[in-house]
């Protein structure tokens, strides 16, 4: 690879062409949409994905399976869900849920009781990692039924590069590509209950007879010029910050992953970033 740089003009311009040279990587074939104007994102990996006719507007790293964080409570809230256990029923905190969740963060202390929505409620709008794992351990059979079904719904809805070891997303052994969490997303979106409860603003529980009031983790929720119909945010050193949502954007349902941004903000900006592109397009092509 290395060899062409000391020879002279004619063989170094003959070592570009042929992709010997380091920088020629950059020039390799790409794909159609890595051909088109691309937003100016700057997470390390994203997909945008227009609904309306399946097509793919942009992306890069769309195909490589990545640490997702708390975008698994996606799937672990659809196979609760589909699970079909009481939303009523009142769930305990344990110790196991405290042990199982080491490293993330909670304001629900053992011997809480919630009940089943509530938790749900909670692990999609504000990412409670206690609430989900509580979901995962009371599920059919325990925790470990749990997370099997979370696999088995993976390879049902086509997702070829996923897979689960929990249900937080807290670790980074629960992988999957931006091509495969579009395809969670749709699946959520199919849902009533994720769709509203990951998209409320705000909701108030009642534990060990505290008040406890949580928010949405995403600001685009409360944004009026915003139209989310379901969304989740994701944090863990090694997944870097994460979103994936699906919403209306110049009259068009749109899918948008975006993994491993680096700044707090970097995520939400790259979203308006990738609407304001949308939007240019739009009238670029009208006028």
Known sequence: MYACRTVGLMALALCLLTGLL???????????????SQPDVRSGAFYVLDESDSSVLAARGEHTPVPIASITKLMTALVVLEADQPMGEMLTIRSEDVRGTAGGSSRLAPGAKLSREDLLH?????????AAH???????????ACVQAMNDKATALGMSTAHFVEPTGLSSRNV??????AK????????PT??????????????????LDYRNTNRLVGNPAWQVNVQ??????????CLVMQAVIDGRQVVIVLLNSWGTLTRIADAKRI?????????????
């Not at 969670?184 to 849902?191: K, M, P, W």
């Not at 609407?275 to 006028?287: A, I, K, N, V």
């Open 22 to 36: 380091p920088g020629a990587v950059w020039a390799a074939p790409q794909s159609a949409v890595q051909r088109q």
């Open 194 to 211: 994720i769709r509203d409860y990951s998209t409320d603003a705000d909701h108030t529980v009642y534990a060990n007879r505290q008040r």
């Open 275 to 287: 609407r304001t592109w949308m939007e240019s397009r739009s009238q670029g092509t009208t006028s």
């Open 176 to 181: 999957a590509s931006p091509e495969d969490l």
């Open 184 to 191: 969670l997303v749709l699946a959520a979106s199919g849902n």
């Open 134 to 144: 509580a979901l995962c351990r009371n599920y059919p059979d325990g925790k470990a």
């Open 232 to 241: 989740k945010t994701g944090y863990t050193s090694e997944a870097g910050r």
């Open 122 to 130: 909670l692990a999609l709008m504000s990412s409670e990692n206690r």
